[in-house]
């Protein structure tokens, strides 16, 4: 919806009806003892959900845009039905949902300069996440798991997340020919989300889980006629796997501090009419590192990352 020349406002609106039954039994076996249990279940409820956009095109090389947006996650039958000692969800988990509200500035400068610049607030609701727990005598499914840990997929209580996004290229041999570029690019995000509700009291100013500090991304992209190359920098920044914030790793692993990492790869493509190819080498300083810990297969514990590898693509266009 364009209001004047330079105004432009884009509103949104979406309904979901959303409609969850099951009817059946599943077994287990407990203490050498198979029960089947019977189940039968439906869940039903709608939705409403909007949206606001308005952008500014009224001064050279940029525009100012600004968004608003809710959120919303359902819980279906795969939340509420998990075989996995590792795992237990709570009987009571419910929707969350939340809201989204970003401001930044975007553009060309100097015909060479590509920017994207923003600030972000994000807010959830009843977020669902995990926490630390332990199997008692009477609540281990064998004697083998009494006093394990494990975790306990809950409604853990509201958060909020504040940061900002920066997004930088530079063409450098754009002025100088057409033969050949030189791009340098910069993605970086600096975000802090934390739990400012919850019913656990040692949860009110935690971290929220699986959500780094700093995300940086930096890269050199050189391109001759029809031969490309790209050079990429990653780093990500410590995170916690739960929202207790656990550093020191429990004894199965499920539970502790992600450190940080970084990762080198490099990508070539050559491109000629009807032919392509393709070749690259990922993780090219060979670094160790892992980006999650698995509850299940092919865990449970930490997952570790791929060491250097390499790939070649040959495609033919006919």
Known sequence: ????????????????????????????????????????????????????????????????????????????????????????IDPDLEDEKGFNIDLGLRGLAWGILEYDLSVFYLNYSNRIGYLLSYYNESSAPTPDLVWKSYRLSTNIGDSKTLGIESYLSLNVFKSLNEIQALNVFWNTSLQKGTYVRSDES???????????????KF???????????????????????????TISPTQNALFGEIPSYSVVDLSTKYEKERIVIEAGINNLLNRSYFTRRASGYPGPGIIPSDKRNYYLCLQIKI
């Open 1 to 88: 919806m364009r209001i004047n020349d330079c105004i432009s406002i884009t509103p949104g609106f979406r309904y979901d009806r959303i409609e969850t039954e099951s009817d059946g039994f599943f077994h287990a076996l407990v203490n050498d003892s198979l029960y089947y249990t019977n189940n039968q279940k439906k869940l039903e409820r709608g939705i409403f959900l909007s949206g606001l956009g308005a952008s500014y095109k009224c001064f050279v090389g940029g525009e100012v845009y600004a968004n608003f947006s809710q959120n919303y996650r359902a819980i279906n039958f795969n939340d509420m039905q998990v075989i996995n000692s590792n795992v237990v």
């Open 202 to 216: 040692s949860i009110l100013g935690n971290r929220v889980e699986y959500n780094p500090d700093m995300n940086l």
């Open 219 to 245: 890269g050199l992209q050189y391109q001759y006629k029809s031969f490309t190359s790209t050079l990429l920098y990653s780093y990500i920044s410590r995170q916690f796997s739960d929202a207790q914030n």
